[in-house]
């Protein structure tokens, strides 16, 4: 799955399939392959004695595993009754998410304008637009602070 995804080089994919099917499971493999650390815990190394770390002598692993920032993000727990408790649950899971770069707030890759939008959404003072575009936001900061592109995984979008 890796190694095919790697090599359409599509800018979205959608994995659409039945309840109890492994979508979680996969988007959490891809998230540990691309990434260099999940939750602060290294993933170097997790896939050395796999076949994507044996496919092309290698290739996969020393050009792709860990070299990417990620962003993901599960809407599983975001259940309400009404569009309030539905944004208050969404953004609470930006924040969240956001909670993992706080570090693009000492970036000096980052401009005068997106810092202050990222205080914005980090101080809970966006308004729906802001909000709207907040993971837009935090993929470009990723994006000019790493020089690499962004992973955005996003799983259980169909709870809302």
């Not at 492994?22 to 190394?45: C, E, P, R, W, Y």
């Amino acid at each position: 799955m890796i190694a095919e995804l790697l090599r359409k080089g599509d800018k979205v994919t959608l994995i659409t399939r039945p309840r109890r099917w492994g979508k979680t499971l996969n988007i959490s493999m891809l998230q540990h392959f691309f990434a260099s650390d999940v939750n602060g815990i290294t993933t170097a190394g997790l896939f050395d004695d796999l076949a994507i770390g044996k496919l092309d002598d290698g290739k996969y692993l020393k050009n792709h595993q860990g070299k990417y920032p990620v962003i993901m993000l599960s809407f599983k727990n975001v259940n309400a009754d009404d569009f309030e408790g539905a944004y208050n649950a969404v953004y609470n899971l930006i924040l969240k998410v956001y909670s993992s770069y706080t570090y693009l707030l000492n970036s000096d890759k980052i401009n005068a304008i997106q810092l202050g939008q990222l205080h914005v959404i980090l101080g809970k003072q966006a308004n729906q637009q802001e909000l709207e575009a907040a993971l837009e936001l935090l993929s470009q900061c990723l994006y000019q602070h790493h020089g690499q592109r962004v992973y955005i995984l996003i799983d259980e979008y169909d709870t809302l």
